[in-house]
């Protein structure tokens, strides 16, 4: 007899994903490719965004109202898509809420895993790069002092535009790197979703002002595979053998959802960049 035992129980409710605003689009669209059988209820906070100037209690109370939204929309698990909301709330939602919560965090383990002698710069909100849960993360790397964090505010705004201009984000850029002009940097940390998002113009910064590797970095397919393993191991995953439905996304925002829904569309199209 055959010690194979087939699983006849499959979880269809879908997975709730929140963050400031546009940010987490760059989280799905790993989480998108990883788990092709499941769907999606999306939540951006565009009305409050961005949440990387506000005040850590603030952040919370918003990140608890857009986790209370989806749970009431039925998820069977919730992704915290926004690294700004991850520091000031993840320990409140987990032990508040009865679903598993998964979350993105700066990816500066594998950054700092890159040989070199450059540096490592973590680029995130302020909020981000204040919050103790962020500083204990850079304080358990070997080398802490080799990461160097910058906080880039404005940013995210210019994405959330959804039309600004690359020589716009490149002035920004220039603003808060200036002091590494020429330095050696290994690896550069995405550590806000949104970056992601503009990946290529990153790069392009990176290849005409630093020299090193400059090998970009985000929390965004860890995060991906760490749901699929919370997934399995809750047994709450949807039946691979189901048809998936034509939209696995639904979007909803806190903003005006008729002007803001194409953006985030366009922007959940955009290629992932290897890292
Ligand atoms: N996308 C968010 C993050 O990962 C925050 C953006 C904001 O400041 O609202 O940190």
């Known amino acids: 007899m055959s010690d194979i035992t087939l699983k006849t129980e499959y979880d269809a409710r879908p997975i709730g994903v929140f963050d400031s605003g546009f940010g987490g689009a760059s989280t799905l669209r790993n989480i998108l490719r990883l788990l092709p059988n499941e769907r999606f209820i999306y939540f951006g906070d ?14 919370l109370a918003l990140s608890e109202a857009a986790a209370d939204l989806l749970l009431h929309k039925g998820v069977k698990a919730l992704v915290v898509a926004c690294n700004t909301a991850t520091s000031a709330s993840i320990n409140a939602l987990r032990r508040k809420l009865d679903v598993p919560v998964v979350s993105v965090e700066p990816a500066i383990k594998p950054a700092c895993e890159t040989p070199g002698e450059g540096c490592v710069l973590m680029l995130a909100t302020v909020a981000t790069t204040k919050l103790a849960r962020y500083k204990a993360l850079q304080a358990r790397m070997r080398e802490p002092e080799r990461v160097i964090n910058v906080g880039c505010s404005g940013l995210v705004e210019l994405i959330e535009s959804g039309s600004a ?111």
């Open 165 to 275: 201009l690359e020589e716009d984000i490149l002035r920004l850029l220039e603003e808060k790197l200036a002091p590494f002009e020429g330095k050696k940097v290994d690896g550069i940390v995405l550590g806000c979703t949104h970056y992601p998002l503009i990946a290529p113009v990153f790069e392009r910064y990176a290849r005409a002002h630093f020299k090193g590797a400059c090998r970009l970095y985000d929390g965004n397919e860890g995060t991906a595979r760490q749901l699929r393993r919370v997934l399995r191991a809750n047994g709450l995953e949807a039946d691979p053998m189901a048809t998936p439905p034509e939209n696995r996304v639904s979007f909803f925002t806190s903003g005006d959802e008729g002007s803001l829904e194409p953006i985030f569309r366009r922007l959940l199209e955009t290629p992932i960049y290897e890292q």
């Open 46 to 59: 565009n009305a409050n965004a961005p949440y990387g100037d506000k005040r850590e209690d603030e952040i």
